[in-house]
């Protein structure tokens, strides 16, 4: 079962992969549909269409469990202020279940979570 741990938060949500409700925002089992599924604070004001850059999280552990950077979603990093190497947006980092067990661990950034929203 795949895990991801929302940081600063410390939510850890475990769940079966290909078996979660598709919230249509971002792409299927993406950090952003776990994350609406799931109830965790992160801002996604275009949709989850790669439109903005409002969903950037930090990937601190797991890069390799996720799908690879496509040129949409890096065309649209480097307007980030906090870019970073791990940076990515939640609405297309889709978590690979690849391997018997995949863990991911992001850090959802002050900018990123809806409560800071004007």
Same mark, same amino acid.
Not at 74 to 88: A, F, G, K, M, P
Not at 93 to 106: D, M, Q
């Given at each position: 079962m795949p895990k991801i741990i929302f940081q600063p938060s410390n939510t850890t949500v475990e769940y079966e992969a290909g078996a979660l409700a598709y919230?249509?925002?971002?792409?299927?089992?993406?950090?952003? +549909?776990?994350?609406?599924?799931?109830?965790?604070?992160?801002?996604?004001? *275009?949709?989850?269409? *790669?439109?903005?850059?409002?969903?950037?999280?930090?990937? &601190?552990?797991? +890069?390799?469990?996720?799908?690879?950077?496509? &040129? +949409?979603?890096?065309?649209?990093?480097?307007?980030?202020?906090?870019l970073s190497l791990h940076s990515r947006l939640a609405c297309r980092a889709v978590v690979l279940s690849k391997a018997a067990r995949s863990e991911v661990t992001v850090e959802v950034p002050d900018s990123s979570m809806e409560r800071n929203r004007a």
């Amino acid at each position: 079962m795949p895990k991801i741990i929302f940081q600063p938060s410390n939510t850890t949500v475990e769940y079966e992969a290909g078996a979660l409700a598709y919230q249509n925002e971002g792409k299927a089992e993406s950090i952003l +549909d776990i994350a609406l599924n799931y109830g965790i604070d992160l801002r996604h004001s *275009c949709g989850g269409i *790669c439109a903005c850059i409002t969903c950037h999280v930090i990937v &601190k552990n797991g +890069d390799d469990c996720l799908s690879p950077m496509e &040129k +949409d979603e890096e065309d649209r990093l480097y307007r980030t202020s906090n870019l970073s190497l791990h940076s990515r947006l939640a609405c297309r980092a889709v978590v690979l279940s690849k391997a018997a067990r995949s863990e991911v661990t992001v850090e959802v950034p002050d900018s990123s979570m809806e409560r800071n929203r004007a």
